[in-house]
């Protein structure tokens, strides 16, 4: 069976890599340490199909090291046993370049495994993850690693992979190839940085075009439309991917801009995530909108309500509707804020006796001092108030929340100066 064309075109020098500019060319680090011969342990993190294994498998040519390979999600303790042992073989002589793809599969006692043997030199360790290394890493490994991060690779470098893709299937083929460079960009921007993503569209590409009446065979965007019919955005339930979409909604809609919020929601949406994306409106609703405009948060319940009953295609519409509310509703976050200070005290300090006033005093003890709660009932005053202590003696002059600038709370504010006579 003839291998896929991502495996048959992977480069074999760093030279021929796409993308990674930051890292590899001329004066740049992966260069420098593949040029020297002598390769630290490194930690390749970054989106799939950038170019992490490739990188790893020339960095082990030119280091004359033996390579091996194991992929974390089915390797375990005593494969590394086993790699570890070929140290004292006449194939280790010159020392063992271990690539452990997906990393962050490994439970800790898994990754401290390999710490005796790094250590020692013996073996050189070039791990590799989708997801930031610096939660799924154990320390003690990163410590002893140098972290390089992969990523998504722009389109313009990807049509230059997918070129010389096209050179190299026209071998196997006895008529002529070409390929509209519209095609070719289309692929390459549906790939999502992902440049085996963009060679295998490639290749479905080249099968589903019909050669003409010579023989020829010419894929254009018809073609290419064809092979890409949906695009391979980065999602990844419960991996980093996930938590930069919720992040940047988030901050988006913090930020007020409905359209980049519109748009990150519907990352979401077509991912399918219906759950997060309502989880997480409904918090923005209450962290970052609060008291600048209460409603909020109970339209974007229903919102909330109405997707979750409704179930996609259709919870985009009522998410969609609280997302550009959201995005375009003034904001505060002095409540929550207030909230967040009183715990810090909690947890910091003692704040205190709640005054006797507020508790729940029904009867007076033997050996009670004061007698009597001496509660001030508001509702029996002017206005309903009347100045009374409420915060613990320790903590009694605290001042925990600070009304927000919007026109809601600085109407509170000023009704509240003038009942209270503090304007």
Wanted: glycine share 6%; aromatic share 8%; net charge neutral.
């Amino acid at each position: 069976m003839s291998k896929p064309l991502a495996d048959r075109l992977r480069p074999k020098t760093l030279a021929d890599v796409v993308g990674q500019s930051h890292i590899i060319g001329k004066g740049r680090v992966l260069t420098e340490i593949a040029e020297s011969g002598k390769v630290p342990n490194m930690i390749f993190y970054g989106p799939s199909g950038t170019g992490k294994t490739t990188v790893a498998n020339i960095l082990a040519k030119v280091s004359g090291k033996a390579l091996f390979k194991l992929n974390a999600t089915t390797a375990s303790v005593s494969d590394i046993r086993d790699v570890c042992a070929q140290t004292e073989t006449f194939d280790g002589q010159n020392g063992i370049l271990l690539y452990l793809d997906e990393i962050q599969n490994f439970n800790k006692k898994q990754q401290q495994s390999l710490l005796e043997y790094t250590e020692n030199g013996k073996i050189t360790l070039i791990a590799s993850t989708t997801e930031n290394p610096y939660f799924y890493v154990y320390n003690a490994v990163l410590s002893r690693s140098v972290v390089f991060e992969f990523k998504s690779v722009a389109a313009k470098d990807i049509v230059a992979a997918l070129n010389r893709g096209l050179e190299l299937v026209k071998a196997d083929f006895s008529g002529a190839i070409t390929a509209d460079s519209d095609a070719l960009m289309h692929i390459a921007e549906k790939a999502c940085g992902d440049v085996r993503k963009a060679l295998n569209s490639l290749e479905l590409a080249v099968i589903y075009a019909k050669p003409d009446n010579e023989g020829n065979l010419k894929i254009d965007m018809a073609a290419a439309e064809q092979c890409t019919q949906k695009k391979a955005f980065r999602y990844d339930k419960a991996g980093d991917s996930q938590y930069d979409v919720m992040s940047a909604l988030q901050k988006s809609i913090r930020g007020s801009d409905p359209d980049a919020a519109v748009h990150y929601l519907a990352r979401l949406i077509a991912a399918e995530d219906l759950q997060t994306a309502c989880r997480r409106l409904m918090v923005i609703a209450a962290e970052d909108i609060g008291l600048a405009y209460p409603m909020a948060i109970p339209i974007v319940k229903a919102c909330v309500d109405s997707a979750l009953m409704l179930g996609l295609p259709e919870a985009r519409i009522p998410l969609g509707d609280a997302a550009v509310l959201l995005a375009t509703a003034p904001k505060s976050n002095s409540a929550h804020i207030a909230l967040d200070m009183a715990l810090s005290d909690l947890e910091k300090m003692d704040t205190g006796e709640i005054p006797r006033q507020l508790q729940n005093k029904h009867y007076d003890g033997e050996g009670d001092v004061t007698k009597g709660q001496h509660y001030l009932y508001p509702h029996d005053f002017p206005n309903s108030y009347v100045k009374q202590q409420y915060l613990p003696d320790k903590i009694k002059d605290k001042k925990y929340y600070k009304y927000g600038s919007n026109k809601n709370e600085q109407t509170a504010k000023e009704y509240w100066d003038k009942i209270k006579g503090t304007k």
